[in-house]
Structure formats: C-alpha cells, structure tokens
C-alpha cells in the first residue's frame, strides 16, 4: 500500500503544480517563481496549448486522474486487486510519454527550460514507477 | 497487503497536510498583485511580424519617412520623445511632409523596456498605442526606478481610457513579446546599437536630434526620397 500511498501524494503536488501554471496561462498570476525566466518563455510560447487545449489543464486533468485512481486503489476493499496499481500505471505512461514530447519541445524546439515542467516531469516519473512498484508487489490472479 | 488504520489515518494526515500547505501558497499567489514580466529570449513566430512593421504615424503619401528604433527607459529616447517630437509633429508629420515609423529597441540593461513595449503594443489592440506611448515617456522618471513599472502602466492605460479588462489579459498573455523582440533583431541587422537610432531612406542617423535637425533632414531629403515603403 505504501507504493499506492507515494502515488497519491505524488499525484496531489502535481495537481497543485499544473494549477499553477494553469492560473498563470488564465492571466490570473502575473510572474512565475521561476529564476530563468524560461518558465514565461515556455508557457507564452504557442507549444503551450496542445490540440488547442491548454497543456497545463491537461496536466491538470491528468493528476486529479491519477489522484482519483490512487485514492480508489487504496480502499481496503480493493488492497488485495491488481487492476488498480496498472490502471495507475497505465495512465501514468501516458503522462510519461506526453512529458517526453514536451521535453523534446522545450529542448529543441523553444530552446528553454520551463523548472515547473521539469518538476512535473520528476512528478509524472517518480508515479509511473511507484504504480509499477505497486503493480508488482499486488498478488497475482489466481487462475481458474 | 491492506495498511493498518494507523498507517492509513498517517497517509490521510500528510495528504490533508500536502492539500492545505498547495492551496495556501495557490491563495497567496492569487492574492498577490499581478505583476508583469516580459520576455526576451522568445522563439519568434511569422505570426508575430506578419503584417506588422513598427507603429505608423502620418500620411501615407508623406515624401520622407523615418524610421525610429527606441528604448523607452533610454533617458535620451525620453528627452527626444517629450521634448522633440510635439514640434516634429506640428511642424512636419501633420503637415503631410513627413511619416513616422517608430520600432521597439529594448536595451539589455534596462529591465522596463520590454513591458513598456508590451503595455504600448496592448494599447495598440484599442487604437490607443500613440497616447499611451507618449504617456509612458512622460512617466519615465516615476516609473524607471519603481518597484513594479507593470503597475504604473497600467495606471496610464487607464488615463488614456483603455478596457482594462482587454488591457489586463493582453499583458498577462504576453502576447507582444515575440513581435518586440523580432523588432529588436530587425534593427541589430540594419546596424542599430544605440537608441535612439533614426533610419532615413536606409541611412542611419545615430545621436542626440533636435526637431531643427529633423526638419533639415526632411528638407534635404523631401525633393530626393520618395516612400521609403
């Protein structure tokens, strides 16, 4: 459970991070605490919307998702099931992989660091492995 | 395995403490006054230059134009800005002889530059970019050594009777910062180093000019230059 645990608090910072950058994208924060000032390059860049989404509210989404999931799989009803540690996974994959395109953007598209995304990307790793750890320790399905 | 009550009240603990500690500094940062910061190391877009060459003031049918690359925290932009060009103005560019292109040239060193630029492209978006220019020159002594220019200008928008609502989310977009910035590249490759840099039928004049200089410039070149478009 514990691995389950560390996934959900992990899901929770990120839920704030991406509300932040959200709040930013909405006007409604002036500056990002950022220091290099790559944050207000990335997040003012066109690559900030994704299919004409915000990529901050997707990233929202996202954690308040994989909140939700984690939080259900710590149900005691449900400490002994696997299908909730690879839900988790899975939608943690996703996460993953959509980071390692907005990684690529960053680095050789835009060419600067936004830290809270580098920070979202520790976030949405640090899950995927915690789920895959969850995964494996969860017992496996009796057969018949 | 399923975690003991204790362990689990522990968990709900530290989660409810994550929650309030994120929505604390979310409300902090909410409540605070927002504070505007444009960028310079942007990626520029086409759609940041499409169409647009530098803010126009005059006939389209005037024989000079002149192109203006300033700062408006330079001190030297500002003299000529508040003490210059209202002669220029009367006595050249309302007279037909004479259009004026005036292009953002924020210098490194002054850390307004490229907000004013922007606060004055966001006038622009309501026809009111030449006022809140000129406002913003007036200013320039209260707001170049201020705590936060972004808050000044937006006084100033309000002076000249701009929505501030429109105002508001066009600064915070930073939607301007790529176009300002392809300005500033635009003039580094015409030779611009210093502001303010006048360029005239592709000449450029760098130094301190009086609207006299002005207008023996206009009267040297009007029989010579045509539209410099």
């Known amino acids: 459970m514990i691995y389950r645990m560390g996934a959900a608090l992990m899901s929770l910072v990120g839920v704030f991070v991406s509300a932040y950058l959200y709040l930013y994208q909405l006007g409604r924060i002036g500056t990002l605490a950022c220091g290099s000032g790559g944050c207000e390059t990335v997040q003012t860049s066109v690559w900030s919307r994704f299919m004409g989404v915000e990529v901050a509210l997707i990233g929202l989404v996202g954690y308040a998702l994989l909140l939700s999931v984690a939080l259900v799989a710590l149900r005691p009803a449900l400490a002994r099931e696997r299908w909730p540690a690879a839900l988790l996974a899975a939608l943690a994959s996703g996460g993953v992989l959509f980071t390692l395109y907005l990684t690529y953007l960053e680095l050789f598209v835009i060419r600067a660091i936004c830290r809270w995304c580098v920070g979202s990307a520790v976030i949405i790793l640090s899950i995927l492995i915690l789920a895959l750890l969850a995964l494996r320790r969860a017992p496996e399905p009796r057969a018949g | 395995m399923a975690a003991s009550p204790n362990g689990m009240t522990r968990f709900y603990t530290i989660l409810g403490a994550v929650a309030v500690v994120g929505l604390g500094l979310l409300g902090y940062q909410l409540s605070k006054p927002a504070t505007v910061s444009i960028p310079a190391n942007v990626t520029i877009q086409p759609a940041d230059t499409a169409g647009f060459r530098g803010y126009l003031k005059g006939s389209d049918s005037a024989a000079v134009e002149i192109t203006e690359f300033a700062d408006y925290q330079c001190p030297f932009c500002q003299t000529f800005a508040t003490l210059q060009m209202p002669t220029i103005d009367e006595r050249l560019i309302k007279t037909g002889r004479l259009r004026w292109r005036y292009r953002d040239f924020p210098l490194q060193q002054h850390p307004y530059s490229r907000v004013a630029a922007h606060s004055a492209a966001c006038a622009d978006e309501q026809g009111k970019f030449w006022p809140q220019h000129e406002r913003i020159y007036e200013g320039q002594?209260?707001?170049?050594?201020?705590?936060?220019?972004?808050?000044?200008?937006?006084?100033?928008?309000?002076?000249?009777?701009?929505?501030?609502?429109?105002?508001?989310?066009?600064?915070?977009?930073?939607?301007?910062?790529?176009?300002?910035?392809?300005?500033?590249?635009?003039?580094?490759?015409?030779?611009?180093?210093?502001?303010?840099?006048?360029?005239?039928?592709?000449?450029?004049?760098?130094?301190?000019?009086?609207?006299?200089?002005?207008?023996?410039?206009?009267?040297?070149?009007?029989?010579?230059?045509?539209?410099a478009r």
């Not at chain 2, 006048?198 to 009086?210: A, E, I, K, P, S």
Request: proline fraction near 2%.
């Open chain 2, 141 to 227: 002594s209260e707001w170049a050594e201020s705590r936060d220019g972004a808050d000044i200008f937006r006084r100033y928008a309000k002076e000249v009777g701009l929505d501030l609502a429109k105002y508001d989310a066009c600064m915070s977009s930073g939607k301007y910062a790529g176009r300002i910035q392809a300005s500033y590249e635009e003039g580094q490759r015409a030779g611009v180093s210093s502001t303010p840099t006048l360029l005239v039928g592709g000449r450029l004049y760098q130094g301190r000019f009086d609207s006299d200089a002005i207008t023996r410039l206009v009267d040297s070149l009007a029989p010579r230059v045509t539209s």
